[in-house]
């Protein structure tokens, strides 16, 4: 006589899932960072700063050296005062992008 067959079965799957990601930080030394230091921030970086939100006021001032002639304030070697019309031009801009009337991007021509 055969007796009852039980069969049972247990799967069980655990998931786990942790936000915090790794980063690694090489600091830049000797010629490689004077390289960095010293390379221009291209313009593409600066358009990007600004159609990003970031007020032309503070970018303007920290990365151009000059717009249409008009001169940024100067610091090295001898020191250069912003040339006025340099500060309204990044205040214009900065109201136009409050506005909404400010928008930077590419044109495409047929």
Do not use: H
Not at 13 to 31: K, N, S
Not at 68 to 78: A, Q, V
Not at 87 to 102: D, H
């Amino acid at each position: 006589m055969v007796g009852p067959v039980t069969v049972t079965r247990s799967a069980g799957a655990t998931d786990a899932y942790i936000d915090r990601p790794t980063v690694m930080y090489a600091p830049l030394m000797g010629v490689d960072f004077l390289k960095k230091l010293m390379t221009p921030i291209p313009p593409s970086a600066v358009f990007f700063l600004l159609q990003s939100g970031d007020s032309a006021e503070l970018v303007l001032p920290l990365a151009v050296e000059s717009i249409n002639g008009l001169s940024n304030e100067s610091k090295r070697g001898t020191w250069r005062s912003a040339d006025p019309r340099f500060s309204r031009v990044a205040a214009l801009i900065s109201e136009a992008q409050l506005a909404g009337a400010l928008q930077i991007g590419r044109t495409c021509k047929s």
